[in-house]
């Protein structure tokens, strides 16, 4: 994985002898990215990025929606919704994880949904989002993870595998409306 670059003029400074010198170039790199990177819990006011995000994972939805989602999120103790901030982005991903008790198998946390905003993907937050959750889980008492991906996301099946998810069953999915 090649890291990316971002990089910012410095504007021009006088030096200790009163001359005036050149501007230089600040880089900052994948671990400053990831450094200034915060995971959070997510607020009723984080609605409107959350729900932009979301447009992106191809869900689109509106903040009044997302925001009654967030607050519908109940009992905490089943679910977390965590935030990727960047000090300069703001709210760049979120991850929803759930835990059910299931007479198949033991207790286990799900990965409901997971979405880096476009631009921000592959500089970490997501497997920060992903650590999160799976230390949420072990603290909950789950003793497996999961995670469902729709057939058409190579990218996001080789992102789980990478962080030592296996494949290990392909279904349907089936809906009604009530």
Not at 61 to 89: C, N, W, Y
Not at 134 to 154: F, L, P, T
């Amino acid at each position: 994985m090649r890291a990316r670059l971002q990089f910012s003029s410095i504007p021009a400074r006088r030096s200790s002898r009163g001359s005036r010198r050149e501007g230089s170039l600040k880089m900052m790199t994948l671990n400053d990215k990831k450094k200034e990177l915060k995971i959070r819990r997510a607020k009723t006011g984080d609605a409107a990025r959350l729900a932009d995000l979301s447009g992106q994972l191809g869900y689109p939805t509106t903040a009044a929606q997302m925001r009654e989602r967030l607050r519908g999120i109940k009992p905490a103790f089943q679910h977390a919704v965590f935030v990727a901030e960047s000090a300069s982005d703001g709210v760049i991903g979120w991850l929803h994880v759930s835990k059910e008790p299931l007479l198949e198998v033991d207790l286990r946390a799900e990965v409901n949904g997971l979405v880096v905003a476009d631009g921000q993907r592959s500089l970490g937050a997501g497997a920060r989002l992903l650590a999160t959750a799976e230390e949420w889980a072990r603290k909950h008492g789950c003793k497996n993870m999961s995670v469902r991906s729709n057939v058409i996301r190579d990218r996001a099946h080789r992102f789980y595998e990478r962080h030592g998810y296996e494949h290990y069953k392909t279904q349907k999915s089936f809906r009604k409306p009530l």
